[in-house]
């Protein structure tokens, strides 16, 4: 089956420092990829996601990239900030509408 | 508002006492799924539905059914709920597109089984 395995968190960084948080996949045929948000006591919110090999997904100065060759989707983030603490999730999801989670990398960003 | 609405946000129950956690979307999304979320787990699928009368088994189905009789509804139904089962339930909607399924979740459910 599908999976989605991420990088150990928790992550600790200070402000304005470099972000990566690493994501590999397997799974069958094409699938999209994402990178969801979650905010304390909130659900999950879509960040950014890429359908297709070579895509960029960018938002909110987040970007990653749809690395077919090495099954991969690494978040980064060239300066973070307070307000990016949070739980970050990379998914997949296939036209036949299985989706797949990774286990979240939990970001702490201290002033 | 777009949104995703689940109800209630917290349960307590008891085991072996039937319970139904309602989700509801006002985007006229045909794709809508269930998932648990726990601790070191991330979030695991349980059923999702592609559209009206189509529903299919996520990744831990045991324990759970759902039913899409409706296209903004998609209730999920714990027959007879176990311990194992208190966990943090999250309602998402999408369109169906071959972009894959860029999804919209609900606020969650906290259900505590005793």
């Known amino acids: 089956g599908n999976s989605v395995t991420q990088m150990e968190g928790p992550v600790t960084l200070s402000e304005e420092a470099f972000l990566t948080i690493n994501c590999t996949y397997t799974a069958t045929g094409y699938p999209s990829l994402f990178w969801y948000v979650q905010y304390p006591g909130e659900g999950l919110q879509l960040l950014l996601k890429a359908t297709k090999a070579d895509d960029k997904g960018s938002n909110k100065g987040f970007e990653a990239t749809y690395r077919k060759e090495t099954t991969s989707f690494h978040l980064e983030k060239g300066s973070v900030q307070v307000s990016d603490s949070a739980v970050y999730f990379c998914?997949?999801?296939?036209?036949?509408?299985?989706?797949?989670f990774g286990d979240g990398t939990t970001l702490t960003v201290k002033p | 508002e777009a949104q995703v609405t689940q109800n209630p946000r917290y349960l307590i129950t008891v085991t072996g006492k039937k319970l139904t956690v309602t989700c509801s979307q006002n985007?006229?999304?045909?794709?809508m799924s269930w998932y648990r979320q726990d601790p070191g787990l991330g979030l695991r699928q349980i059923y999702y539905?592609?559209?009206?009368?189509?529903?299919d088994k996520g990744d831990v189905p045991e324990g759970y059914k759902v039913s899409r009789k409706e296209k903004r509804n998609f209730p999920l139904i714990l027959e007879s709920p176990s311990p194992n089962q208190t966990s943090l339930y999250f309602c998402?909607?999408?369109?169906?597109?071959?972009?894959?399924?860029?999804?919209?979740f609900g606020p969650g459910t906290r259900l505590t089984v005793t």
């Open positions: 998402a909607s999408s369109l169906q597109s071959q972009g894959g399924y860029e999804q919209y």
């Open positions: 539905s592609m559209n009206v009368e189509v529903t």
């Open positions: 998914a997949l999801s296939t036209n036949a509408g299985k989706s797949t």
């Open positions: 985007m006229n999304h045909e794709y």
